[in-house]
DNA sequence: TCAAAACATGCAGTGACTGCAATATTGCGT
DNA sequence: ACGCAATATTGCAGTCACTGCATGTTTTGA
């Protein structure tokens, strides 16, 4: 059970990460569509067909991360006290995230410079946060009280209005040159839906 | 100005239906990736390398109506009374397109089935729907009594929430079986968030 | 040390999509 | 009605992401 990863398992992971680097280098250099999967393979010294067993598409290199991150919310989401109120459990989970991104900005930059400048990049990104709302609309469906059968719709609004407030913040973020730290964005937001948004004059 | 459409413009126009129709009956039949643009411009009856001067992609011809949508919008939109809020405008607006998609419910469902089935038509048509955040964001901006530098935020907000209700609704409205009509179930989302997330239970 | 499982690799193929040059069609002034 | 200019369609050749399959290589656990 709690043996160490073995030789394959490090080797695995240290390969994702040279490949991981070289795209996203090669990315920068010649820009997304400039860059072949065979170009990446070279720089990462691997076979040009191995790059497939590593990411789906070309574009999942860029948003490697977002799995781990869904993680990270679902964790968080689990930890929250059982009488906590849906929408307040959700902005904790997400606050988490945010702070990560705060932290990681510069590499977190990198990616969404590419990601905006990149169409394809952008609707994979798209499809990965809309696999977060199922996810998150799944678990808060859990923690909502209620009985009818409009049930569903409600955990599906909570959800993907959270991820709204959340990209709206980030948007806000990386336009407006990081001007206020991200949490305190995705605060103001969150405060927002909780408020209603009848009151927006 | 306001001459007639000429002879050019009919046949584009006719080619492009002819297109349309020709691709979602292949798709229905074989699926969307057992279709090549080669057969679907065959069943056309034009060139295969003319399939690409009327659609970008293969995806987009199950998404050929979403352009439209948004004008219809937009229009709406910009008929809306100065004084109404923001979000019983936005409310209004997107009410309309839920008509037209609950009259044209069987046509609508070709569409959906393909989309859901497939990831990258899916991907495509999250990213027609960020361009429909972008426009209504800017949009809404203009009705937005907010001096402040965060209100490019606030109009986001507004704007992603409101595709978010609406997408909520139409969620619950496919897979409950048009249970309920959609224009009642967007009402229903759009009102919880005027009142606020914080009530939910 | 050895057999089996997991993995990397090579090869050959499919199909979306593009640029370019040639050809056909339509619009319009005379 | 004619012919020129604008605009579309078409064919061709090419690139590249991605896949299935067969083969060789590494890792693992007994």
């Known amino acids: 059970m709690g043996t160490e990863p073995g030789l394959r398992e490090r080797k695995k992971l240290q390969r994702r990460a040279a490949i991981e680097a070289a795209a996203l280098d ?32 070309k574009e999942d290199v860029v948003l490697a991360d977002y799995a781990q991150r869904l993680d990270r919310i679902v964790e968080e989401l689990a930890r929250r006290p059982a009488g906590e109120s849906p929408w307040d459990a959700l902005r904790a989970s997400l606050l988490v995230v945010a702070s990560d991104y705060e932290d990681e900005r510069s590499a977190l930059m990198r990616r969404f410079r590419i990601m905006t400048t990149n169409p394809s990049v952008f609707a994979r990104s798209l499809a990965l946060q809309a696999g977060w709302e199922d996810t998150l609309s799944s678990v808060i469906s859990g923690r909502i009280d209620t009985d009818g059968e409009q049930g569903g719709m409600l955990a599906r609004l909570l959800a993907a209005s959270a991820l ?21 964005l995705v605060t103001t937001c969150f405060d927002q839906l909780a408020r209603g948004l009848a009151d927006v004059p």
């Open 26 to 57: 090669l990315f920068e250099e010649h820009g997304f569509d400039g860059t072949t999967t065979e170009q990446i393979a070279a720089r990462a010294d691997i076979a040009p067909r191995t790059f497939f067993s590593y990411f789906a598409t």
């Open 164 to 184: 709204a407030a959340m990209r709206s913040a980030i948007r806000h973020w990386v336009t407006s040159g990081h001007r206020d730290p991200l949490p305190k």
